[in-house]
């Protein structure tokens, strides 16, 4: 049991190589398997729709001939019915990617409708009356810009070398493509946001003040490999001193580690690559002094001897190599186990002040390390000396994750399943120990504060601050698997979360705190709070729903809508309604009384021929408006009945409460040419409807003006998510923005600023070539 816990833990970072392309095709297949699914989902549902339907096809047909102008009711039905041929198309197209994707070219009908194009489809948005002349509209940058202002979260799940404490009482670490720079008492925050996708690794300089941090490489928006490297940088200024490594390293850098008895001349790095390259440089000069293959099996850490440069150490899957370089070449020697286990992993090690070298493994054990001499006796005048094993010190139940020796030369040491901390003497002897919470999960990393006090990274992406007397309390938290819903308080600077790691998490924005967290059964896909913000409804997988109450975080409603999963929960501006939009294709609408404690089903809007996307309620809170998966647009009457609206052009002067519809006619330019329907996740007009922002799949949250309904239309682009960003939402008074990565694990505040006009920052402007590694597939998909 244990072995099998380590492996799964250690896989995602242990085996990138195979486990990236077994990735790309679970990938491949999985989006095979969601689009046949829907096609055969959406078969049967035309099945049944079928019988009913002809007769009034039939009637439609006539009443279109007669009536062509405002032909929406017809088109409506003819995809409907066609879609399941073009399902398959859809299959083959997404499994060739976005190259065979089609544009969006626009075209303006004679009538007061302009056509946009996806994959194809021709979707027609009508003109508001206000609109007098749309060829002479003009599509302006927004007049505020947007500065990374908080950064939630910590990589601990699958990442070492990931926490530092700097002199300046800064705890160092990274999530998504930033490192954060946290001041643990003034409780502030710096990022260091040099990096183009996401950051692996850390190293500190013997200097304590220079930063090494290694990313990987990411692909570009055609899928091609970019190239990883390495930047070194100043923690006091976050100025770049150094970039490394560029089309030298493979896929990513796996570990990094600055010399320390030359004051930190050397730098070595091991890359993702089958061979694992290991590379020493003269960072400063940006030379590297010698290269090799180092194995092909998972590597964990790297280091320098602290007394001699030349000796290098590394391990990782049943090995730990002992380096000498000379003259331009590095050799290996292999660690012997002998007549101890080969364990599975060797996950850490550390350099006692008496200058052993002690290994943590996934056997639990420490194993202290030392040179004997050539065995001439039995092996020749020519043999060496070898490394082996002196001492085996049992540690851990389950694997030793993390070492870290203290200044007096007391080692301390993680477990990877018993959640301990144990305090060493410098021989080994245990002096103290402490287990931390479970819902933190195992130990990945120790930072030493002041010999005291300790920074304890963990496997549940929290860092936990205490002492072996006081015990630990968390200062980071996130969540741990990906993420999509996301829900602004009406009122104040709170917030929430959820995911498909099933917690429920509301935020301060303010004081940057997590408030509280609850663990729901099911994966939390989509959240609302009630307009007077008393309770907040959350949207599951299986089409149950829940609503929170935020003060006694007990959930005072539990209802279920349909068996499959639910895209979105949106309160009318009042209160008195509730749509939840679902993947069945239907909105059921609730009214709501009680201040948001009690629900009734009131009815459910069934026209759709795909799963519900988004959908926003019109001002007087009698209409919504939804997007779904094929990409229509649909009015509905929700006050007289949940009717379908079929003459679409009659809805094109309403006015909406929100706009979280990415297909509108406002918010039409935010595509980009040649656009797929998923290239855009979630999109958000500010309260204050001067701006929308948008998340993308490539990482990108972006900010246009809003209106925006042209196309090619200008915005700021901003980047640090390390994966397709899943919902982007503005604060109560727009004063800040929130952005979720979908599988980063990272929310993202932003903050707005007021721009004056013609202050283009070029920085913003300038579009980056790279794409982030991980883009999700379906719209609001699972
Ligand atoms: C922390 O707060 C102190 C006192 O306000 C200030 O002097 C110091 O510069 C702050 N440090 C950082 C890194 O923000
Ligand atoms: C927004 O509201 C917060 C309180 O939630 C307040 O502190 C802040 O000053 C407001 N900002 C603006 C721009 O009105
Ligand atoms: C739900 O709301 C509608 C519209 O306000 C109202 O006519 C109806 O009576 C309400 N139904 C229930 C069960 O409260």
């Known amino acids: 049991v244990d072995i099998f816990y380590d492996v799964s833990a250690e896989s995602s970072t242990e085996f990138p190589d195979r486990l990236s392309l077994m990735e790309v095709r679970l990938q491949a297949q999985e989006d095979e398997i969601t689009l046949l699914k829907s096609s055969l989902a959406d078969a049967l549902r035309k099945l049944r729709l079928h019988d009913q339907q002809i007769p009034l096809l039939k009637q439609q047909l006539i009443a279109g001939k007669r009536n062509s102008l405002f032909h929406c009711a017809n088109i409506k039905i003819f995809p409907a019915l066609l879609k399941s041929r073009d399902s398959q198309e859809k299959t083959k197209q997404r499994l060739s990617k976005k190259a065979a994707s089609s544009t969006n070219l626009l075209t303006r009908s004679p009538s007061q409708s302009i056509k946009m194009f996806i994959r194809g489809r021709p979707i027609t948005m009508y003109i508001p009356s206000n609109i007098l002349n749309y060829e002479e509209l003009r599509m302006d940058l927004p007049l505020q810009k947007l500065d990374l202002d908080w950064v939630y979260g910590y990589r601990g799940r699958d990442c070492r070398a990931n926490l530092y404490l700097l002199p300046s009482g800064e705890a160092v670490y990274f999530i998504a493509c930033v490192v954060v720079l946290y001041h643990i008492r003034n409780q502030t925050q710096r990022h260091y946001q040099k990096h183009t996708d996401c950051v692996r690794c850390l190293a500190i300089h013997p200097d304590k003040v220079r930063v090494a941090s ?168 020519g043999a060496k000396e070898t490394f082996q094993i002196m001492k085996q010190t049992r540690a851990h139940e389950g694997s030793v994750f993390a070492m870290c020796v203290l200044q007096g030369g007391a080692i301390l040491s993680g477990g990877g399943k018993d959640r301990k901390v144990i305090r060493w003497s410098a021989d080994l002897a245990p002096e103290r120990e402490c287990e931390i919470p479970e819902k933190f999960g195992a130990v990945r990393t120790i930072a030493d504060v002041d010999g005291e006090e300790l920074l304890v990274g963990t496997t549940r992406n929290a860092i936990l601050r205490g002492t072996f007397s006081d015990g630990f309390v968390a200062i980071v938290q996130g969540h741990v698997d990906e993420m999509w819903g996301l829900a602004t308080h009406p009122t104040q600077n709170i917030f929430i979360s959820c995911g498909n790691d099933r917690q429920v998490c509301v935020w301060n924005a303010e004081d940057h705190k997590l408030d509280w967290c609850t663990t729901l059964e099911e994966s939390g896909l989509c959240a609302d709070f009630s307009p007077n913000g008393a309770v907040v409804s959350v949207g599951l997988s299986t089409g149950r729903w829940v609503v929170l109450d935020l003060q006694t975080k007990e959930v005072v409603s539990d209802l279920t809508d349909g068996n499959e999963q639910l895209s979105v929960m949106r309160y009318s501006p009042d209160g008195s309604f509730l749509a939840v939009g679902s993947h069945d294709n239907l909105i059921y609408i609730y009214n709501v009384t009680e201040g948001g404690r009690r629900y009734t089903r009131f009815g459910k809007c069934t026209g759709h021929s795909s799963f519900i996307t988004h959908l926003d309620w019109s001002k007087d809170g009698k209409y919504i408006m939804s997007n779904s998966g094929d990409y229509e647009i649909l009015y509905w009457d929700v006050a007289s009945g949940c009717k379908l609206l079929r003459n679409r052009f009659e809805s094109k002067d309403r006015e909406w409460a929100s706009y979280t519809c990415v297909l509108g006619f406002h918010v039409m330019g935010v595509w980009l040419e040649g656009s797929d329907g998923t290239d855009i996740n979630a999109l958000c007009r500010s309260h204050s409807e001067s701006m929308v922002a948008v998340a993308d799949d490539f990482c990108k949250v972006h900010l246009f003006q809003y209106p925006c309904p042209k196309p090619k239309a200008p915005s700021y682009k901003y980047e640090g998510h390390g994966s397709h960003v899943t919902n982007v939402r503005f604060t109560h008074n727009d004063s800040h923005l929130l952005s979720m990565g979908g599988k980063d694990t990272c929310i993202l505040q932003w903050r707005v600023k007021g721009a004056a006009p013609g202050d283009h920052s070029k920085e913003h402007l300038a579009s980056s070539s790279s794409v982030c590694s991980s883009s999700s597939s379906p719209v609001n998909g699972t």
């Not at 960072?283 to 007394?307: C, G, R, Y």
């Not at 440069?309 to 660690?335: D, E, P």
């Not at 996950?347 to 065995?375: H, M, Q, R, Y």
């Open 214 to 381: 290694g990313q990987t490489a990411g692909v570009d928006k055609d899928g091609k490999p970019l190239q990883p490297f390495v930047h070194i940088w100043d923690s006091k200024t976050l100025v770049t001193l150094q970039q490394i490594g560029l089309g030298t390293f493979e896929r990513g850098v796996g570990a990094l580690t600055f010399s320390s008895s030359d004051a930190g001349t050397l730098l070595c790095v091991i890359d993702d690559s089958n061979e694992h390259m290991l590379s020493v440089w003269d960072w400063n000069k940006n030379i590297k002094h010698v290269e090799v293959k180092s194995t092909n099996e998972a590597i964990l850490a790297v280091d320098f001897s602290p007394t001699d440069t030349n000796n290098i150490i590394s391990c990782g899957k049943s090995h730990v190599y002992f380096w000498t370089m000379s003259t331009g070449t590095l050799t290996k020697k292999q660690g012997i186990f002998g007549k101890y286990k080969k364990p599975k992993f060797v996950l850490c090690f550390v350099f006692s002040l008496t200058g052993d070298v002690l290994t943590g493994d996934s056997e639990g054990n420490i194993l202290t390390w030392g040179k004997s001499a050539a065995d001439t006796k039995t092996l020749g005048k």
